[in-house]
């Protein structure tokens, strides 16, 4: 545990430094869509409720909070570039909070978003959800660590100490 805790400090602290191009657009991408996923959950709320499992109380409050919670994470991820890699990793928080809502989806056969048979559901969780987490990763700096991050590592350690 005593390692962990400056590895973790490491990895979400401030990035020095202009984001790479490919980087900063993936960034801007997910930004992008993290806001319309976040206004649809207020323009087609009914749509976002058939992901909200059985089991989950105030279904139509958490539909209109994660809605909320969406649009400010996309203003973070485009703005707080200086803390993209520790945004990221929220992101990535985010993404797995909201996972059990697409596993009901699927294992109770709710049509919506275009995905109507139990195969596109089932392909949505084994393929979109890695593929969401790993764009996020990226767009955060996190995986795969970007070359000038991996050049900038001395003696297994960042040449960049984060303040605690």
């Known amino acids: 545990m005593a390692r962990l805790l400056?590895?973790?400090?490491?990895?979400?602290?401030?990035r020095s430094g202009p984001q790479p191009p490919l980087r900063r657009a993936l960034r801007y991408a997910l930004?992008?869509?993290?806001?319309?996923?976040?206004v649809g959950h207020f323009t087609a709320t009914e749509t976002f409720l058939a992901q909200v499992p059985a089991w989950m109380p105030f279904e139509r409050e958490v539909v209109l909070v994660s809605g909320v919670v969406e649009l400010?994470?996309?203003a973070v991820v485009a703005l707080a570039s200086a803390r993209r890699t520790l945004v990221a990793l929220v992101v990535v928080g985010?993404?797995?909070v909201v996972l059990p809502g697409n596993i009901a989806q699927w294992v109770e056969g709710v049509d919506a978003f275009g995905l109507d048979?139990?195969?596109a559901r089932l392909l949505r969780l084994v393929v979109g959800h890695p593929l969401l987490v790993l764009w996020a990763l990226a767009a955060g700096d996190v995986w795969p660590m970007p070359r000038s991050a991996r050049?900038?590592?001395?003696g297994g350690q960042r040449d960049q100490q984060v303040p605690d």
Do not use: K, M
């Open 31 to 38: 930004a992008t869509f993290l806001a319309i996923a976040g």
């Open 151 to 154: 050049s900038a590592e001395v």
């Open 94 to 96: 985010f993404l797995h």
């Open 117 to 119: 048979t139990d195969r």
């Open 72 to 74: 400010v994470l996309a």
């Open 6 to 14: 400056p590895a973790l400090r490491r990895v979400a602290g401030q």
